[in-house]
């Protein structure tokens, strides 16, 4: 991390056993992870895990301290297959990363891990990116667990439940040689809360130990006949030594059993939702004692089968709160109980919605349908909460008090002074003259095109997948090439073989813009080969264009200033109308605006302090000029370039203006330049501390051109009253 | 019996980067110094980058019994105390979501807007109605406490998250003092005497607006809609009132002859319009200008006493745009406007220049062989039209802009020189097309007003389309001339649904830059 400091949270992890510990939940999980003698951590950025990553990486001292190894992985393949070192030796290893997408790319790595097993405990930290808020498809990581053999836990969000999940993660992964997953939702990671720390640990057997004592053994390798014998392994030995494990350690929780001749079954992770509902229906205190029998599963994957039919076989029904679909659980809870010959009635995604977050309004509704049929008497129905409220009943709270249409959509967008947004003005105003191409998206803040106004970019495959996602675009029938993007994340990641390789290797004709902007950005700023920044713990300043030069591309522009519209454009037209067959690359390079302005914003007001001569410039516009069209917006989009009631009296229409968090990046001249769009912008160049020089110059032109104004005054008397 | 007790909730909705995670942290903050439990959670995602997210905070005191309550992550309609809102159209988000309800909830909204993407690109006025929003608001909650607390924040030298936590302080939702409230921002240590500024600011607007009022008190949020009746020329009734009393006391010596005229012959739903109209022409160009425009209302304004509803709305419009197209943006105009003492002073304000500070402006004009053709006599304007080697050559040296110095000597004489060629104007190509198409458009709207009053109406309206420079302008007009044959077409079959037609096909050219969806609609 180049541009943030995280010397606060680094601090925290050095808190002592019987401290209190305040903070998020994804630093109580690096905190844990100090506590639990963890040799070696590993992982790719991303929401919600970012913060995991940036702490240990700003946490050398402990980590030396401590013995740890810990690294930025190229790609979650790359930090799961770190995990084979805990396949030898008694080393406990973590990763971390964003599920689903991360697991995908890790899914090779962790399956050969599973086959083979482990001797140290290896936990796979999954920050699970789904429901409100989350940038990915909707998908389960329980998938993951279930046809690799890991196990999956899933605790309570709550940062004592989520620090001794780590523990717990680390001493069943021992104990059943088995990798396991610790499924944290995006609010678990997000939550604020504390827990009582424990001390640091340093491990016991050390990576020193490993490197210097290898070990080796063939039945540990994924190969024949060792992974014949890893199958049956896994069922017949790994598993029942988890469910000895998990039941007596009592990691899924049985609460007031007997209370009632009906029960809910749920995922730990919607403990707190389900105790809020139960609260709003008179069925439980906020210390979380419910009138109805509940079994906790912390643990959602192996199921317990004995403690299952223990907490079925004494009731007419229960019903299992189960967010996100396949309903695995469902499945397994039917299969369990009709092996077992339970008659006892299990309702899940009937009563509760088959597919999306479990939200309170959901679990709400669908535990008052369950209770109205098996227990009505619980119910008052005087005091239900507004959303199970029947209309009528007393003044509906919860009508329809605006329409939709007032209400409109406000995605994330390219920040103020991002140097990406002029890539895609630049290709809008390319694609005026050389018609519309079919254009392959990927991953990062770039994607971002596809939205209004740009609306560029037709699909997205993956991380660093965007040139392969236009590799069958390729026809002897036209001319007419495909264009991709690509950012430098994703190119690190794996596009510089999956895509750029490809495309020599197959001699595709088509153009890939890699966006270069120092960082990977949209993950929170850290470093990557490319980065232009100096960090002492990793090698930086790796040029892309050399990579991809290596690699046997031809025609390589790298433009090194995004904000240059009509270099932009001209580069844009050139290769897309120019005779070169092959892949062509422009590498569009300019700094992350958001990281710049981290480091420059202090420096400039340091130097002001100083009393030096400092310069800032931002844009603005004539509103007397502006007719009112929009276009200047319609080819920017940024945040700052906006909308503001017509001064002019007689104008209906609002004009455009600019807001005062103008950073002064030049877009708006460079555009107006390069579609010729008005003349109403404008720049203006603030000098704090001016010079001699300056202030001589601005006496005389003051005298001058007021002079000349009083005579344009003079001129436009009696058109206005007298004052 | 199960203890009833809950715990207090909020959401705070905010948009990326407005630093509603600082506002959450100091809630947090006073609420464990004063020995509650407290939970914060965010979806923040991608959302940092100015898209919508929500912070959910829940409170609980402390019962001595020192076990930890369960607190909920996420908010459940119906059920939350206070909602924070950072914007109005997020406020109505709030209220949409079913998070703010009357029997519940104190509403807290800042009522200034952060407009949408899709605000912001119509090509006309793509506004929501801010006073649908706010009034949806205030029927929402059980009480309302709103703002303008973006304005309070930044005249602060602050950002929203302080001026929102004083309102939160002054609308006594939460169980602490506000003693309590401003120790939290004295202990976060960053910005802390900004930040208290716009809190106390804040904290009593908050507490204003929850005194009960005699009379309903109308909450300036800005701008009027877009389609309100009359002239709507942002006006305060009083001014508006002195005007339509006394047209010649909103007017200079040059314009008294034409004022009287406005006041003795015009009706006086168009005074002010009128007024704005002769004030306009006369800044563009002189009083004889003025005299013209004036003259060209003459027919509109007898046709529409005669056939019109008594509202006079044709002739308002008519002379709205006859005056904004007669006042054309050309090169002469445009460096004009910007050699003005006006507009240093303006631009002086924005860039916020204070003590030793100097400003410099600079221009991005981009002119083209067209609009210099547009300002030189007709002849010669037409010649290089005409001569496509002129036209290039003019093209290639303009072609990459030019960025004019304003500020110096240099920038400022050309640009001066530029706005004193007004004497060559009347003979210039442009101003010679142009009087030709205004006298057009009045032409058809005298002739279709006798047969069809709203159709009249919406000719006059659709002036509104020509607008912008260079290719924005000509599609501009591309589209007037289409809305124009089917005006034609209209009359024909005699159409009596035409006016709703026109004004469909008007939004239509409005809705994109290209004219697709209107050439779909036709």
Known sequence: MAERSFAAEVEKLRVGAGAEFAGEGILAVTKALLQSGVSYVGGYQGAPISHLMDVLGDAHEILEELGIHFENSASEATAAAMLAASVHYPLRGAVTFKSTVGTNVAS??????????????????????????????????????????IWLMDPRPNLTAIVDSVDLGFRLSEASNTPVMLELRLRSCHIHGKFIAKDNVRPSFTLKDAIENPRQDPARVVLPPASFAHEQEKLNVRWPAAVKFIKENKINEVINDGAQDFGIILQGGLYNTVIRALQLLGLSDVYGNSKIPLYILNVTYPIIDDEVIEFAKSKRAVLLVEEGQPDYIEQNLHAVLRRADVPTKLFGKEMLPPAGEYTPAHVIKGITEFIKKYGPELLDQNALPAVVRPNGDKPTSLETRIAPEKVHGRPPSFCTGCPERPIFTALKLAERETGKHHISADIGCHLFSILPPFNIGATTMGYGLGSAGASAFQSIETDKQVISFMGDGGFWHNGLTSGIGNAVFNQSDGLTVIVDNAYSAATGGQDILSSQADNELRSTKHPIEAAVRGIGVKWVKTITNTYKVSEMRETFKSALTGSVKGPKIIVAQSECTLNRMRREK?????????????????????????????????????????????????????????????????????????????????????????????KAKLAIRSAVIGFLQNGIERRLVGIQPNA | MLNQSRPITMAVLAMGGEGGGVLADWCIDIAEHSGYWAQTTSVPGVAQRTGATIYYLEFFADDQSNKEPILSTMPTPGEVDIVIASELMEAGRAVFRGFVTPETTTFIASTNRVYSMTEKTAMGDGRVSSEELLSACEAAAKKFISGDFAEVADKSGTVISASLFGALAGSGALPFSKDQFASAIERSGVGVKNSLIAFEKSFEIAQNSLKPKPNPVSISIGAKPADAPTANLGLTPAQELEILNNPNGAVGSKLQGLASRIKSDYPSAVTLMTISGIKRTADYQDADYAKVYLDRLEAVKECDSVFGDGTYRTLNEVARYTALWMTYEDTIRVADLKTRRTRFNRVNDEARVGDNQ?????????????????????????????????????????????????????????????????????????????????????????????????????????????????????????????????????????????????????????????????????
Request: proline share 4%.
């Open chain 1, 108 to 149: 090779d790595a962790l399956a050969n891990l599973s086959s083979g097993g482990v001797t140290g405990g290896a936990l796979i930290i999954v920050g699970e990116d789904y429901g409100e808020g989350s940038s990915i498809m909707q998908e389960r990581s329980h998938a993951f667990a279930m046809k690799s053999q």
């Open chain 2, 358 to 522: 100097i400003m410099q402006v600079r221009e991005f004009l981009h002119p083209m062989a067209e609009e210099i053709a547009d300002t030189l006599p007709t002849f010669l304007g037409g010649w290089i039209i005409k001569t496509k080697p002129v036209t290039n050559f003019i093209n290639k040296l303009t072609i990459n802009g030019m960025r004019l110095h304003t500020t110096s000597l240099h920038g400022y004489f050309l640009l001066y020189i530029l706005a004193r060629l007004k004497f060559i104007r009347r003979r210039s190509l442009r101003f010679n097309l142009e009087q030709e198409r205004i006298d057009q458009w009045l032409t058809k709207i005298l002739a279709v007003m006798p047969e069809n009053y709203d159709l009249a109406y919406e000719i006059a309206e659709s002036a509104n389309v020509i607008k912008g420079y260079g290719d924005t302008h000509k599609n501009g007009w591309r589209n007037f001339t289409s809305l124009m044959s089917e005006v034609d077409k209209l009359r024909e079959s005699k159409d009596s649904t035409a006016a709703t037609r026109i004004s469909t096909l008007r939004s239509a050219a409005l809705s994109d830059e290209t004219g697709e969806k209107l050439r779909a609609l036709l």
């Open chain 1, 602 to 694: 202090p420096a400039m007001a340091k130097k002001i302090k100083e009393g030096k001569r400092v310069v800032k410039e931002r844009f603005g516009i004539d509103p007397d000029t502006c007719t009112g069209d929009h276009s200047c917006i319609r080819i920017n989009g940024c945040p700052s370039l906006t909308i503001a009631p017509n001064p002019d009296p007689m104008r209906k229409d609002p004009v455009a203006t600019i807001l005062n968090t103008c950073v002064g990046c030049g877009l708006c001249g460079e555009a107006a330049h390069a579609a010729v769009l008005c003349p109403s912008f404008y720049r203006t160049e603030v000098i704090t501390n001016p010079s001699i020089w300056d």
